[in-house]
T-cell receptor, first 114, second 111 residues
Framework: GAGVSQSPRYKVAKRGQDVALRCDPI?????LFWYQQALGQGPEFLTY????????KSGLPSDRFFAERPEGSVSTLKIQRTQQEDSAVYLC????????????FGDGTRLSIL | RKEVEQDPGPFNVPEGATVAFNCTYS??????FFWYRQDCRKEPKLLMS???SGNEDGRFTAQLNRASQYISLLIRDSKLSDSATYLC????????????FGQGTTLQVKP
């Protein structure tokens, strides 16, 4: 389809392992956002890209979290040395980048850290 | 204090009932407001934007009161398919376009 695609859909990892989550935005969308959603909570902002530039990473909870979008399209969120508190749904959203255009969300990656 | 606050519910209502959700926001610089709907284990989807003049989309009515920093969503003639979590969302342009979500209010419509 033409929506935001995220993979894997589910990821289980042992504490201490590194994980990489992928987001494929809608073609042509300039803006890309990552959000973290804990159980029973609303999504919380992690980081924002405009094309390949990471303009805001104020929401990343620690230096174990790293995101990139090297060619301004696909983005990867990497979490190093995972902890149990990293267990959450990680949502990616994209928009055209024009003022106040809606963000379209992917299905998310459900990450469980054992 | 969270930037966007909602009563998490759950709201349990019978089919056909009218139900209202409220939301308050703390940042007066917020410029745009939305209601998103999220079904269990699915992604959030835009339900409607919220304007000061109030706006209606079928059975749904959204209202914004900037003076009180208060947003509402009214659902008339509830359907079973309305069962979901409703997320109140703020946006302001000086914030790199990120969305600020409330905790969400869970609605269960029962037959």
């Amino acid at each position: 389809g033409a929506g935001v695609s995220q993979s894997p859909r589910y990821k289980v990892a042992k504490r201490g392992q590194d994980v990489a989550l992928r987001c494929d935005p809608i073609s042509g969308h300039v803006s890309l956002f990552w959000y973290q959603q804990a159980l029973g909570q609303g999504p919380e902002f992690l980081t924002y890209f405009q094309n390949e530039a990471q303009l805001d990473k104020s929401g990343l909870p620690s230096d174990r979290f790293f995101a990139e979008r090297p060619e301004g399209s696909v983005s990867t969120l990497k979490i190093q040395r995972t902890q149990q508190e990293d267990s959450a749904v990680y949502l990616c959203a994209s928009s055209s980048g024009q003022s106040n255009q809606p963000q379209h969300f992917g299905d998310g990656t459900r990450l469980s850290i054992l | 204090r969270k930037e966007v606050e909602q009563d998490p519910g759950p709201f349990n209502v019978p089919e056909g009932a009218t139900v209202a959700f409220n939301c308050t926001y703390s940042n007066s610089a917020s410029q745009s407001f939305f209601w998103y709907r999220q079904d269990c284990r699915k992604e959030p989807k835009l339900l409607m934007s919220v304007y000061s003049s109030g706006n209606e989309d079928g059975r749904f009515t959204a209202q914004l009161n900037r003076a009180s920093q208060y947003i509402s969503l009214l659902i008339r003639d509830s359907k079973l398919s309305d069962s979901a979590t409703y997320l109140c969302v703020c946006w302001f342009s000086s914030n790199t376009g990120k969305l600020i979500f409330g905790q969400g209010t869970t609605l269960q419509v029962k037959p």
